[in-house]
Structures are given as C-alpha cells and as structure tokens.
C-alpha cells in the first residue's frame, strides 16, 4: 500500500508567516464557521444521501453516478489525492443543479501489503523504539544515478541529530509514522496489520467530511475479507471470471519481491509504478582457450560471457565485446553446468527464471573485475568475424543489462565511437593490456541498409554529428535518437537468409533461431528499478499464479469497442488506453500473503488490490442496504441479510438482468430492492483518477467491465477523466522537502472552501497542475469580500434603481450575464473546473457592482466548487430550501453584438485615459521651462466609418490569405513581399508591417472579426448613448462625437473603425464663486470657472468635481443674488438662505464675456448680471 503521512510541522505556509505573508486568520475563521454550520445542516438534512426509489420519481433529468478510486488506508490523505477527487466533487454539484439525481459513494481500500511488516522488519533491525543508522554516507554515494541527472547535494546538511536518529527518516516506515504525530507506544501498534484497517478510515472519513464532499457515506466501506459482505463480493466476481475463462494458471514473467517472496503489483512499490518486465536476447559469447588468468581455474567449463540486446537481428555486425575495467563482475554456474559471466544484479535477476538449479539462488564460481577479462578471445554468434575479443569501455552502466555489451559499430554509435577511440589511441589500448590485433583489423561490417543513412548508419550520423570520441555524450545520444528508430522500422536486412526483409519482420525470427540453435537465451528483467514497500530492489520472476489474460484476443476486443464508445475528455487519453491495449497481457491476481480477498477455488492465494478494485463501483450500489454505513461491515444489516446468505446465484441475480430467481431463503422484495439500486444507478458516468492509473487500473476497469457485462453493453463505462499530478508552488510534492500537505492541514489552513477555489484554479489538463497557495490566500480574501458585499447589497435593497432595465448597461449586463451562465455551463460539462472558475467567478465578478440579480446568479453557478459559502448566501437571500436542492440558472439570449460594443466601450475609455494621461504630461527635457498643460475641459472624439485607404487594402489582402488558407495567415516575409509590390501601399511600408502585426495579435485574442472592413456596430452610437459615462469618468465639462471625415488629413489617417481618435482643448472661462451658505453641513465654498454655453447640470457637475461630499446631482440646488454687487456682502441668516436670491432654472444658459471677466445668465429669453458669486444648497 502507498506511504502516505503528514509532517508534524505547518507545512509550506510556514514561509507566509514572514514579512509579506499572512497577517491574519480572521477571514478564514469566518470562511471556516460558516463551513461548519452549513455541514451540520446538510448532515441534518442528509441532503446527499439519495436512493433510487427516491431519486426516481424525484427527477425526469436522469441520473448521474460518479467514484474515485478508492484511496488506500495507510496514512492521512493528502493535497494530491483532493485533487483528483476534487473533480468528482465539482462534476457532482454541477449536474446536481442541472436536475439530476446524483450519487457520489466514498470506499476505502485495504488490500495489499500494509505497511506493518516494515515496521516489522526496522523494530528487528534497530530495536524499539529504533535507533536509525547515519544517512549521511548513503547520501554521498550517487553511483547509482544515471549519468544524465544533475546532483546537487546540501553541503549544509551533516550529521543527524539523535532525536532525527531515533524516529527516522521519510525513508522508514517508523519516522512516517511518527510524522503523523503518534507517540512511539502508538507506532508499535501499526506493526499489526489489522490496526490500519481500524485507525485510518475513521480519519479518512473525517477529512473527506471537512471540505464539504457530496457524498452518500451511508455507501462507505473497506475491503478484505474483514468485511464479509465486500469479501463475497469480491469472490462472485472472480469465479464469475473464471467461469468465463478470463482467469488461468501457470509460470508468468512478473515483477518480484524475493524479500516478500512474492509478485510486486504496482501497489506494492515504493517506486517504479507501472514498470513492467523487459525482455532481452541473451547472447552467449564463449570464451575462447587459453582462459584469461583469473578463469584459469575454470578450465574445461564452458564459458560464457552474456550480454543483454533488445537488437538481435545486428548480431551478424559484431565486432567485438565490451566490458568496463573498473566494474565488479561475477561467473556463476548455470542449470546445465555452464558459467556465465556478468554483474551480481544480472544474475540475481537470472536465478529467478530458472537460469540456475536452485531458484533464487546464484551459484558464485569467480568474482573478477572487467579489467581481467580484457583481452579474452571468444567465439561469437552470427558474427563474421570467427574471433572477437573483450574490449574497454567506460560508460557502461550497472544498472541496466549484464554489464557485459556486444558490440555493432555498423549500426551503434556508441560502438563505432568507442571503437574508434581504441584504434586512434595507443596509450588508451596499452593501458588496458590490448593488443593492436585485437582492434585494428575489425572493421564494421554492413548488414542493415538504413533510408538516408546507407549501409553504415553509425558510421554517417557520427561523422555527420563530428563525433571525436565517446567522451561526446551528449552528440551521442542525439545520433543514436537519429537513426535507433529509423534503422528498426525502415531498415532493410542485408545478410543471407534475410535480404530485403524489412528489420522489424524479422527481429523476431532471428531471436528464436539463435534461441534454438543455443546461442541465445530469453532474458527479463524490470523495464526500470522497482523498490517494493518492504525496500527491497525487485526482479523479474517466472512464477506460478493465477493471471488475468488481458491478451486474450476476444476479449481485448470486446474491451477496444467499449473504448471507442468512452468520452475521454482529452484526446491524450485515449491515446494511453490505445497504447495500453496494444501492449497489455496477463497480469498476476494473485498473492501469497497481505490483506483481501481468497480465491475462492485455491485459498492460499489471496487477490492482489489491483483485481479486487474493477467493479466494485457495482457494490456501491447495494453497499448501503447491506451494511448501511458501517465500514467493515459488522454491523447489522438494513435489509436483515447476512453475509453468508450471499451467495454467487444471488449476486447473478442483483447484477445480471437476465439472471433466474435463486434458490436462497431471503425474501424476494429483498433482493428486488438491491437489484433496482443498481438498475437504476448503472452505468458509473463518470470515474476519475490520476493519469498514471490508466495503464493499469483504469485499463483493467473497462476489461473487466466488459467481461462481467459482455451482453450488456449499457452498463459499461460512459467517461473517465483523468488528471495530472499536483505541484504545489509549482514543486513536486515530497514529505522530505516539506512541500507537502495533508488535506486535514490544507482544510485548515485555507478553509474547504478557499481550498476548493484554488483546487479549481490548479488545472484542467493531463499535465500537471499546480496548487499555489497564494492563490489560495487571495481565494479567501475574494470569497470573504464577497460575502460581505452580499450583505451590503442586501441591507441596501430598498435605495437600489428600480424600474424597467433598458439602458445601454442594462442591456449589455442582461448579455453578459447570460453569456457567463452558458460559458460556465459548457465548461463545467466538458469538466474544464479552471475554465468554469474563470467565467463562473472571476470574470462574473466584474459585474457585481451594477446590478441586484447578479447575486442569485453567481451563487448558483460558483456552488460546485465553493458550497458552503453558496449556502450561507443563498440563506441570506432568504432561500427556504438548501441550494442543494436548487436548480442551474436559465440562460436568456445573448447579443454578443452588443457585448462587444461594451467591450469596444470599455478599451475607447481606456485609450481615452491614457491619451488624457499623455495630454497633462510635462514636457521632457532639462532645459524646457514650459510649465505643465491646463487640465482640459472639452475633447473631441472622432469615429471612422472606413478604413484609410492604406489600412483598406492591407486588410483585404490579409482578408483574402485568411480565407483561402482555411483560417491561417501566411509567415510576415511572404505577406510583406506582396504588400510591398503593390503600388498604393508604397509610401506608408513603415507603417503596414506594425498594422500587420496588431492584426495578427488581434486575430488571436478576437477571432476572424478584426479582419472585417466594416465594425457590426454603430460606433458613434455607441460613445452618444454613453457620453455621460465617458465625460464624468474623464472629469470633463464636454465631450463631442464626430466622423473623421470632418477632420484634418493627420486624423483621417490615424482614425480606423474600432479605433478613435480623440483631441483634447481647454476652453476659457471665467472664474465664479459658489458659496454654501449651510452651517454645519460639511460642504464648503470653493471657486470654479463658468465657460460660454454652460448650463445648471454642467456647473454642478464641476461643482461635484471639487466637492466630493455631493453624491447626488438632484440634491443641489444653484442660486443667484437678485442684487450681484451687494448680495454677496451681507451677512447670511441663519434659516434665510435663500431670502433675497432667484433659483437658476434648469433651461438657464450661462454666456461670458472674457474681456470684462463678466458672466450672464439668460433665462426665459431674459439676460441677468450674475456678478462673482452663486450660491449653492445642498438638500
């Protein structure tokens, strides 16, 4: 079973704790209360708990079942285990609102070898409580990696302390253990196996509970046989499956713990998860008499140095072997009698598929170094050559193969090259004792002709490459990435017997004809290194087991169809299922010792946890009737069954529409009742998991799917969507970095809901996505704004505009609005969650500060992914019912015409700005004197019905390309060739490249629109019906809309459509001033200007400008003295504010006279003196 476990510290956050970190846990306390309060009501409510009878006459919508794969109870679950499950949770909500009846059930898996017997293994080697050996030794020996990982050690690392010594590393069982915080009289409980299953599911349960899940726990169990019901379950099927002859028996290469004596399924690993054993031909090569010195003993023994190939249709190219001086090397005697030369780790591998007389055991006759088999003659298979001998070369790995290399410079070139050094290099050959007749007469030897690579393909890519010698890994590795491929699949054979045949045709042809003439043996061994949970380096075995024959052709047929049938969400998907059921074939079931299932026909076998988990989707269905929410099944039964009445005739009929009435003492209603469960909730809609378990587990889903239910194809599989892994910050998560969280921790840290935000936010694609816990913070801060913002809204209800809603902003959120809801819509459906966060709240959001209806609509379509907050707002909305039982918002119609007239508002404001900002800018330079521009009143802005011509015929041309290419536009040299040659364009070139190229950025942001001659809207409509919005936003008396054609030549060329143009001016005025005679008020006297053609609105206005205490241009009220000169000299009464003074009416219009400084108002077709001063009150 996979480690997991927590660190006893806070995890990451710690580094927030800091200068610019978090400063406070209120608002996730709030967050967190609310999370608490809702879960009690759901509980009380059981809102998730949902049956079929119940669920079918409760929606006409369907149904919607969706599971995660059981997590394995052998530790807390973490960050990366929420995430996957994350996108069930999310699915759940969504289809929920959209009416349908939901199941979402929660196992716990237990099968498998539990960690107990590690803890076992360190309390015999270190005593107990252990006392860990110093690491720091192992941490200095990197031999083991491969040449191309970059080490880089902590130099500041040294020597642990005794508390460190005492608990252990993540590298022990023990310190993961005590991470979890548990004492060591805690620990030493967990060395029984059986206390797993009782410690972790609770606390599973638990934490899965705290962020909200949607889920029937009522469903929950664990495996084994400890749970009986599960267990006979798990037996049906199997003899279902044998039954059917999907299960054999007999000697199968498999991945193999000789530490735990038994197969290493991928749940068994600490590392190498989806390795499979790798075949290789051994060649035997014979060494030749005289022996080398250190075989002397051995005279009159049949000798062999063997070396691993996957090529052996090249072995007519060998040249010569290669050993490596330094490496440690062993002969062993064979079955036969024979001693075969290799590493220790080859014949370890070997002595486990009966290479030896003794299984697992390797009979050692020499241990010698590489250095003194160096020069030895020998007689090798296939070759050309009657002699070869044993050669230097340095870079050969002990970690892969025998550590013995045949070598075919023809077609290697890492062959060629080394080769090539020794016959260069004197001194290297005298080095090593070899003499020139062992190198310079061997020549390669043609035998592959490879398409543009010749006879001689290494020979071509090394020269072609300039490779000097073997030292040039890096060029080495590209020529052999060059021509490996090419030479396998392309080549022709060139040698006897197979000339003209294509390479691949015959590699296995030849393999077998050296295996039969005894030049040649199978070899496996695993495709990577795999480390079992007990820590032990696995091999490659040939065992006696009960397998799966996945290979079976039947049967990976019937298995293709339902492949082609399943929505995978992501084309590379489906790729990795298409690969996987080229290449998968049998797979060991079965086990000798841990925790599940027996076999039934043969109990000393247990099911491996890989074949006990493929249909168990199926029990969730009946699980709650059967043990009705206790885990382990001990409790009583709802419907009164007990385990033992389960027999295989009565599973039949529960899950086989076809199946008889058995023969069985349970009363029919009974069983009825568990058959209409899973009638009713069958198919799984949807299953979700990490992208590494399609090569195995959710490969083995569907074939099992399709054995148990061949002739009912409605019940296979209908998605699967697979996942990336998680980072975290954007680095692997690892316990021994500390980059690692639980999802208790994470829970607590951020709130379920804050988590779940960000959880949404981490990614949508197979690749990995990435956790950031800032973006996490600011989730918080988001949804705790927003929530008290709800409130806000909410106590202010009465003073919001009521009203039809028909203005331009109405009309444009009204589209908005409806256009987020099916964007939101279509992305939750396609279980695009980041996409769905994107429009369903970050960009919704941007509408908030407009309109009341916002409220509902947000609430709903962000309840997926944020429930509980949704809840608490949807009670302040002052919904009876729980939002649970709510439905997905009706989207009206959507005029995305008029949304992009506010988009084109909303970048015209802009472009506005910052030409304004541009304006007001002081002139540059040291020496200028020129004071800062006037800030201005008034601006023009003038609209372009067409393009210039130079714009016009540069968009045709790009227009015309777009359309013909279906969709692309050509490189710029080819577009600038063309523009350049035509007549009309000549004199503007400087500028039709850069236009070109914000067409070409444009075309990607908006689509094929930007290459319209014509905008869809009015533009100069669009600025009039807003010209309030854009002079009050600008802080400007007034602003003018007219057409570029009115304008000077500058402006017509740089006005387009969708682009305006905009020229700003001051006009003059004469300076007044506005007394407010209130006491008390907080309002002021100030002094504006009065410019020719202003009315009462636009004074305010200006007024409002200066004081920013007036909210409400309604509430003010303008007056002028009926005596200018003296008015303003008396002293102001108190209660007689406006005694003596004539309200300026609304049609008055204000006119200057700049000479005089003077300023009249005209109204009624009369024209006052107003003198210096207006009175303004405030209402």
């Not at 060591?184 to 899940?213: N, R």
């Not at 989806?274 to 060494?287: A, F, R, S």
Request: hydrophobic share 35%; net charge neutral; aromatic share 10%.
């Amino acid at each position: 079973m996979a480690v997991s476990g927590t660190r006893a510290g806070p995890g990451p956050g710690r580094a927030l704790a800091g200068p610019g970190g978090r400063k406070g846990t209120a608002k996730v306390d709030f967050l967190k209360s609310i999370e608490r309060e809702v879960q009690r009501r759901w509980d009380a409510e059981r809102v998730f708990e949902s049956d079929a009878s119940d669920a079918r006459s409760r929606s006409s919508k369907g149904k919607y079942f969706v599971t995660f794969p059981y997590p394995y109870m052998n530790g807390r679950l973490h960050l990366g285990h929420t995430f996957s499950l994350s996108k069930c949770e999310f699915a759940t909500g969504y289809q929920r609102l959209k009416g349908k009846s939901c199941l979402f059930p929660f196992g716990l898996h237990c099968t498998g070898d539990a960690c107990a017997d590690k803890l076992k293994r360190e309390m015999e080697l270190y005593g107990c409580p252990p006392e860990f050996p110093d690491e720091e030794e192992e941490e200095e020996d990197n031999s083991g990696k491969k040449e191309e990982e970059v080490i880089i050690k902590d130099k500041a690392k040294g020597k642990k302390s005794k508390a460190a010594a005492k608990t252990g590393s993540s590298k022990y069982q023990w310190g993961i253990m005590k991470s979890l915080g548990l004492s060591d009289e805690e620990v030493i409980g967990f060395s029984e196996a059986e206390h797993w299953l009782d410690y972790f599911p609770p606390l599973a349960v638990q934490d899965l509970k705290s962020m909200g899940l949607k889920v029937d726990w009522r469903r929950s169990f664990i495996t084994t046989d400890v749970n009986p019901y599960y267990d006979s379950f798990v037996r049906w099927q199997f003899l279902t499956l044998r039954e059917r002859n999907k299960i054999k028996f007999g000697k199968r290469y498999t991945i193999y713990s000789p530490k735990d004596g038994q197969p290493c399924m991928d749940h068994d690993r600490q590392t190498g998860e989806g390795v499979g054993p790798q075949e290789y031909t051994l060649i035997k090569m014979k060494v030749l008499e005289p022996y080398p010195a250190k075989l002397s003993g051995l005279r009159g023994k049949n000798i062999f140095l063997v070396a691993a190939t996957l090529r052996p249709e090249t072995m007519f190219g060998q040249t010569n072997c290669w050993v490596r001086p330094d490496m440690k090397y062993i002969g062993f005697e064979t079955a036969n009698g024979d001693i075969f030369i290799c590493t220790q780790r080859a014949a370890r591998n070997m002595s486990y598929q009966g290479f030896t007389k003794d299984n697992g055991v390797v009979p050692v006759v020499k241990e010698l170094m590489g250095e003194e088999i160096l020069g030895a003659a020998l007689s090798a298979p296939l070759t050309a050559y009657k002699v070869i001998y044993t050669l230097p070369m340095l870079t050969i790995k002990e970690d892969k193969g025998t550590g013995v290399v045949t070598s075919v410079p023809s077609d290697s070139p890492d062959d060629l090259a080394a080769l090539r050094d020794l016959k260069k290099k004197q001194a290297f050959r005298m080095k090593y004792g070899i003499k020139d007749e062992m190198v310079l007469p061997f020549e390669p030897v043609p035998i592959i002709e490879t398409p543009g690579y010749g006879n001689l393909c290494a020979s071509s890519v090394c020269d072609e490459l300039k490779i000097q010698s073997q030292n040039d890994r890096e060029k080495l590795a590209e020529a052999k990435q060059r021509v490996y491929l090419k030479a396998f699949y392309e080549g022709v054979m060139l040698v006897d017997g197979y000339k003209g045949q294509k390479v691949q045709d015959v590699k296995k042809l030849i393999q077998k004809m050296m295996v039969d003439n005894d030049e040649a043996m199978i070899f496996m061994e695993p495709e990577k290194q795999v480390i079992s949970r007990s820590s032990d380096e696995c091999v490659v075995a040939l065992c006696d087991q009960w397998y799966l024959d996945y290979g079976e052709v039947g049967w990976k047929k019937q298995t293709s169809e339902c492949l082609k049938h399943l929505e995978t969400f992501c084309e590379e998907t489906r790729r990795n299922f298409e690969a996987t059921l080229g290449w998968l074939q049998e797979h060991a079931c079965s086990r000798t010792y841990g925790l599940g299932t027996r076999l039934p026909w043969d109990e000393q076998w247990l099911i491996e946890s890989l074949s006990d988990s493929t249909i168990y989707m199926a029990y969730y269905t009946v699980a709650h009737l059967l043990q009705g929410g206790n885990l382990s099944g001990q409790g009583e039964s709802p419907l009164g069954i007990r385990a033992h009445q389960m027999s295989k005739e009565v599973w039949d009929y529960i899950f086989f529409k076809a199946a008889p009435f058995p023969k069985t003492d349970i009363p029919k209603e009974k069983l009825d009742k568990l058959k209409e469960e899973f009638e009713f909730w069958y198919p799984v809609d949807l299953r979700v998991s990490g992208k590494d378990l399609v090569p195995n587990h959710l490969s083995y889903y569907l074939y099992n799917h399709v054995a148990m239910w061949s002739d009912q194809r409605e019940k296979w599989p209908v998605a699967v969507r697979a996942n990336g892994h998680l980072l975290l910050n954007s680095e692997k998560m690892s316990k021994s970095t500390g980059n690692f969280l639980t999802l208790a921790q994470t829970v607590d840290k951020f709130s379920a809901d804050g988590m779940r935000l960000a959880l949404a936010d981490a990614g949508d694609t197979v690749e990995d996505a990435n956790f950031v816990e800032a973006m996490a913070d600011a989730g918080i801060l988001r949804l705790y704004t927003w929530v008290e913002w709800v409130k806000e809204m909410i106590a202010n209800r009465d003073s919001l505009r009521s009203g039809p809603a028909n203005t331009f902003n109405d009309r444009v959120f009204a589209s908005e609005m409806n256009a987020g809801v099916m964007k939101t819509d279509q992305n939750y459906e396609k279980m695009m969650f980041k996409e769905a966060l994107k429009t369903g709240f970050f960009e919704f959001q941007a509408a908030k500060d407009k309109y009341r209806e916002f409220i509902e609509v947000q609430t709903l379509i962000l309840a997926p992914i944020c429930p509980h907050l949704c809840e608490h707002i949807w009670s302040l909305l002052g919904k009876p019912d729980s939002i649970m039982k709510a439905s997905w918002p009706i989207a009206g119609p959507v005029d995305e015409i008029l949304i992009r007239s506010s988009q084109y508002l909303m970048e015209a404001a802009h472009e506005l700005r910052l030409r304004l900002k541009s304006f007001m800018a002081p002139v540059k330079g040291k020496k200028s004197t020129k004071e800062p521009p006037q800030k201005p009143s008034h601006c023009t802005i003038y609209v372009a019905k067409n393009y210039p011509p130079w714009q016009h015929t540069t968009l045709s041309v790009l227009r015309k390309h777009y359309q013909d290419s279906g969709g692309q536009l050509p490189d710029n040299k080819v577009i600038a060739s063309e523009l350049s040659n035509l007549p009309e364009l000549k004199k503007y070139m400087k500028k039709v490249m850069p236009f070109v190229a914000m067409i070409k950025e444009n075309l990607e942001k908006k689509g094929s629109r930007v290459l319209d001659l014509e905008l869809e809207f009015d533009e100069q409509a669009v600025l009039m019906e807003n010209i309030v919005y854009l002079t009050n936003s600008l802080e400007l008396d007034h602003i003018e809309v007219k057409f570029a054609s009115e304008a000077e030549d500058k402006i017509k060329e740089e006005c387009c459509p969708g682009k305006p143009f905009s020229v700003f001016r001051t006009e003059p005025g004469v300076s007044v001033f506005l007394v407010n005679p209130q006491p008390s008020n907080g309002h002021f006297s100030t002094k504006i200007d009065i410019r020719q053609g202003d009315n009462r609105e636009t004074v305010i206005r200006r007024l409002m400008k200066m004081d920013r205490g007036i909210k409400d241009l309604s509430k003010v009220k303008l007056m002028r003295f009926d005596d200018p000169v003296l008015g303003p000299r008396r002293v102001p009464v108190l209660g007689k504010e406006e005694v003596e003074k004539t309200p300026i009416l609304e049609q008055a219009i204000f006119h200057i006279d700049l000479d005089e400084k003077r300023v009249h108002i005209t109204e009624n077709g009369l024209t006052k003196d107003i003198g210096d001063t207006i009175v303004y009150l405030v209402h």
